[in-house]
């Protein structure tokens, strides 16, 4: 499969490098293609670099791995049409670090970033998913134990079903993919951050994610 | 022990009975110490109903269960000096049903409803605690499987300490209570309740909590 990601950062390099194992036709993208640590990426992991104006329209998915606050920029460059009828999986988080660590979000509570990429990418279908754990357990959850849970959310179900079996490939269940609902359900994915960030800081390594437990019927 | 709850709906009454089961003298408290629900569950617990006004300044600790959006208001009519040194557990969330289900957050992200009972009651121990999961929940931990958690926050250690001992006689091990540091981490216990209202939708029931799962250091 094609894949293409927009950004070229840790995320972006972590999951371009365990799509490339899996063997997928991998590129990360950037304003400026030709950064450093974009091309060394490329080397190592075999894949490509590209700038957002340059993606093409044929992948099959597309992952906004953008820092949250850029993304809406970030999308801005990439051509008209490209992403129509494409599904754009949404791992980003509108965290803002202008005030230090912990961040705060620029965008939440009655609002969220995969609610404001959907509007402006109507013919998209958006799919937020991933954005709730560090890159080390998006790519290989086994990192962490137990039967921990990776909510996600979208107004397609067919995407939403083909993002479940991307995510399988990586070692995430079929139990551990908890199907939220529409994008609006971003909100609860996204806001739930203000609290990762503290639990971040209370077990000093991002190595962590929750398990729901629920109460058995009686 | 003499405990008095501030609020006399669902979570006032669920804790005023669990807090009477143990023993404790327990008052719960509204505008109006008249109100049929708080006089009927004080006849079949045994314990008292005071208006706000009325709250005397003896008890051991202090629990917050009015609604999050009216906490400071029902403050206010706290006599001054009643709650000076005290413990107050802030069990509340601002949740704001103005437009349904589920609720927004009537404060959130670079402020949390804590901070502002803290900022409001300077001389007062405030710990947010119990907020995070369902009544049931928070005076029955095993009603959920598994080793789930409960954060806490506030800014006096030897308070927190006291309300962990306190929250023990419920059944939460000092294992599930997570310590975030102070009342500015109740932003995080608080914002998670954006996720929270959503899994309540999800799994059509409030008995559930979440467990982290952390990554053995190797």
């Known amino acids: 499969m094609k894949i293409i990601i927009l950004g070229s950062g840790d995320v972006a390099r972590t999951l371009g490098t365990a799509f490339r194992k899996l063997g997928h036709d991998v590129a990360i993208s950037s304003r400026d293609a030709n950064k450093d640590e974009a091309q060394q990426w490329a080397k190592q992991a075999g894949g490509q670099v590209l700038s957002f104006s340059q993606i093409?329209?044929?992948a099959?998915?597309?992952l906004n791995c953008t820092a949250g606050t850029a993304s809406l920029a970030a999308l801005e460059m990439v051509s008209a049409n490209t992403l129509k009828g494409k599904i754009l999986i949404d791992v980003a988080n509108p965290l803002d670090f202008?005030?230090?660590f912990p961040p705060s979000l620029?965008?939440?509570n009655t609002n969220s970033l995969g609610e404001q990429i959907q509007a402006a990418l109507p013919d998209t279908r958006v799919?937020?998913?991933l954005n709730t754990?560090?890159?080390?357990?998006m790519v290989n959850p086994a990192t962490v134990p137990g039967l921990h849970h990776l909510p996600i959310a979208g107004n397609d179900a067919e995407a939403k079903a083909q993002v479940s079996e991307l995510l399988q490939a990586f070692g995430w269940s079929r139990e551990q993919i908890l199907d939220l609902g529409g994008i609006e359900q971003a909100r609860g994915?996204?806001?739930?951050?203000?609290?990762w960030v503290r639990m971040f800081g209370k077990f000093q390594t991002p190595l962590f994610n929750l398990q729901w437990q629920v109460a058995k019927e009686n």
Chains 1, 2 share one sequence.
Do not use: I
């Open 56 to 58: 093409p329209a044929d």
């Open 60 to 62: 099959d998915f597309y």
């Open 98 to 100: 202008s005030n230090g």
């Open 106 to 108: 620029s965008v939440c």
């Open 127 to 129: 799919v937020k998913a």
């Open 133 to 137: 754990v560090s890159n080390p357990v």
């Open 189 to 195: 994915t996204e806001g739930y951050l203000m609290l």
